[in-house]
């Protein structure tokens, strides 16, 4: 069973920068390492449903974005540290929201709808505002 985790929210001003990380634990070894995984990120803000952001595959790391942070967050892999990451950089008040991390099984190309996903993370809270 996959556990995950994220870290590194928080509050930060307009125009800010932050860097989610999403960290994994589970019975075996092959269960927890990320890189078996595609990996989405996704976010919830109140009063609004979830919305896929961001998202790796396990093979050739292929990525996608939501049009409204193109440009603006990258999401990538350490194998090493067995993460992954969305770095945030030029953050807007409409970014805020409770950041969730997901694993799915492998594949070539991911999506950002919460279907394919089987473990979800409890959220870490990024707040943009001044």
């Known amino acids: 069973q996959l556990q995950l985790v994220e870290s590194g929210g928080g509050l930060v001003q307009p125009g800010g920068s932050l860097r989610l990380s999403c960290t994994a634990s589970?019975?075996?070894?092959?269960?927890?390492?990320?890189?078996?995984?595609?990996i989405g990120w996704f976010r919830q803000a109140p009063g609004k449903e979830r919305e896929g952001v961001a998202c790796?595959?396990?093979?050739?790391?292929?990525?996608f974005y939501v049009d409204s942070v193109k440009g603006r967050f990258t999401i990538s892999r350490d194998n090493a540290k067995n993460t992954v990451y969305l770095q945030m950089n030029s953050l807007e008040p409409e970014d805020t929201a409770v950041y969730y991390c997901?694993?799915?099984?492998?594949?070539?190309?991911?999506?950002?709808?919460?279907?394919?996903?089987?473990?979800w993370g409890q959220g870490t809270q990024v707040t943009v505002s001044s």
């Open positions: 997901a694993a799915g099984q492998t594949s070539q190309f991911c999506a950002i709808v919460p279907a394919p996903y089987d473990y």
């Open positions: 589970g019975s075996t070894l092959d269960d927890y390492t990320l890189v078996f995984y595609t």
């Open positions: 790796i595959s396990n093979k050739n790391d292929n990525k």
